[in-house]
Structures are given as structure tokens and as C-alpha cells.
């Protein structure tokens, strides 16, 4: 599968963006998704993930209550909507997919075998 984010942009603080990631292929709905994202200097962290099902989600815990994954197997995409952004939230992020997964390790970067080019997100304090 091919993985395709965009949505990113330059906000300010407060307020809110959508990421989008359009998966290619027929198998969208058997793949788990994921969003993380990576500041500068920092490593590759956890942000957001959702079961092939859709019937579960799991967020890190410094989104929590301020972002929501979502997807549209129809549409064969992943949605990340973003609120009440904070200037700490600036990083790129990754959108990421594993076939058929439904185990406990959604926040770890190294359960998923494909993933998107990136897109940045910059929040303005």
C-alpha cells in the first residue's frame, strides 16, 4: 500500500488543522492506521492510531482530548483532525499502515510496514 498525507500548514496556537492520508489499493479496510509525528531534534513519536475495524482508537496521551483519528474505508483514507493546537505540537507527521494488525502495540513505530512522505505542521504561539 502507497500512503499519501497532506493537510499540514502554519496555524497558531489554539487552533486547528485536519490531516488526511489516501492509502492506495483495494485492501484499505484490513489495514490498522497510525499518525506520528517527529520534531526537530527529537525522535519519531507516537500521536494517534485506529484498528482496521475502526472500532478502536488509541491516543498518546499529550493528544488526548484534543485530537481525533478517524477513517473512511470508502475513501481510503485516515483522518487526523487537530484542535487546539499548542506550539509544542510543531513537527512533521508520518501516517502509517500494517496489514490485518489487532495486538497491543499501536504506539510502537515498529509494528507498521508502510509509510507516508510527511507533512509538516507548524503552530504559531
Known amino acids: 500500500v502507497q500512503l499519501q498525507a497532506s493537510g499540514g500548514g502554519l496555524v497558531q496556537a489554539g487552533g486547528s488543522l485536519r490531516l488526511s492520508c489516501a492509502a492506495s489499493g483495494r485492501t484499505f479496510s484490513s489495514y490498522a492506521m497510525g499518525w506520528f509525528r517527529q520534531a526537530l531534534g527529537k525522535e519519531r513519536e507516537f500521536v494517534a492510531a485506529?484498528?482496521?475495524?475502526?472500532?478502536?482508537?488509541y491516543y498518546a496521551d499529550s493528544v488526548k482530548g484534543r485530537f481525533t483519528i478517524s477513517r473512511d474505508n470508502a475513501k481510503n483514507t485516515v483522518y487526523l483532525q487537530m484542535n487546539s493546537l499548542k506550539p509544542e505540537d510543531t513537527a512533521v507527521y508520518y501516517c502509517?499502515?500494517?496489514?490485518?494488525?489487532?495486538?497491543?502495540?499501536?504506539?510502537?513505530?515498529?509494528?507498521?510496514?508502510?509509510w507516508g512522505q510527511g507533512t509538516l505542521v507548524t503552530v504559531s504561539s
Open positions: 485506529i484498528s482496521w475495524s475502526g472500532d478502536s482508537t
Open positions: 502509517a499502515a500494517v496489514l490485518g494488525y489487532s495486538g497491543s502495540y499501536y504506539h510502537d513505530a515498529w509494528t507498521y510496514d508502510y
